[in-house]
């Protein structure tokens, strides 16, 4: 199984300001299969970014991602009230696997 | 629009039994993979299941074998989920997802249903 792992745990930053999230995983993942999401306090998780670097449908272009093989990064730029919530990363190869979430607070 | 409504959560002892339900819309329902996730109060996100279109292909957390069932009536819209031998540590808000063609990566999720497991 691949084990995925998030940093910082939680962020804490103001408005305006960018927002770089890590995912780290244990075994090289095929980057088409690697998604992340956004999950607002009380709310189902959304899907922001898949295979990586394409933002799902609605997605602002304040948000964008890289990455390949164990190493992969979600930026958000000029941040705003409403990006605050838990992020997570999500892979799909031999089973899906989530990291265990970045928590975002804006100032 | 895509909709996905779970339904069949409720308090339930150890030991117990539930099936789950989510009712979709808005989109060709027979043409997507489907998964099960679930949200542990105040934890992440954990992956269950996953049914391919036709059912013919499931698969489950190696974690979570053996007590779950993944399921779908592609007539009716409708994806399954049957738990047994509830445990206090199953407590969970538990979600449907529809997944990107191939990927499994999930594009919409239900509001989930919740699942107390207490005696």
């Known amino acids: 199984e691949v084990v995925l792992t998030q940093s910082p745990g939680t962020l804490s930053l103001s408005p305006g300001e960018r927002a770089t999230l890590s995912c780290r995983a244990s075994?090289?993942?095929?980057?088409?299969?690697l998604g992340w999401y956004h999950q607002k306090p009380g709310q189902a998780p959304r899907l922001l970014m898949y295979a990586s670097s394409y933002r799902a449908t609605g997605i602002p272009d304040r948000f964008s991602g890289s990455g390949s093989g164990t190493d992969f990064t979600l930026t958000i730029n000029r941040l705003e009230p409403e990006d605050l919530g838990v992020y997570y990363c999500?892979?799909?190869?031999?089973?899906?696997?989530f990291g265990q979430g970045t928590r975002l607070e804006i100032k | 629009q895509v909709q996905l409504v779970e339904s069949g959560g409720g308090l339930v002892k150890p030991g117990g039994s539930l099936r789950l339900s989510c009712a979709v819309s808005g989109f060709t329902f027979k043409d997507y993979y489907m998964s099960w996730i679930r949200q542990a109060p105040g934890k992440g996100l954990e992956w269950i299941s996953y049914i391919s279109t036709s059912g013919s292909e499931v698969s489950y957390a190696d974690s979570l074998r053996g007590r779950f069932s993944i399921s779908r009536d592609n007539s009716k819209n409708s994806l399954y989920l049957q738990i047994n031998s509830l445990r206090t540590e199953d407590t969970a808000m538990y979600y449907c997802?529809?997944?990107?063609?191939?990927?499994?990566?999930?594009?919409?999720w239900g509001r989930g249903t919740l699942v107390t497991v207490s005696s």
């Open positions: 999500q892979q799909y190869g031999s089973s899906i696997t």
């Open positions: 075994q090289s993942v095929n980057s088409r299969y």
């Open positions: 997802a529809r997944a990107i063609t191939v990927t499994n990566l999930f594009d919409y």
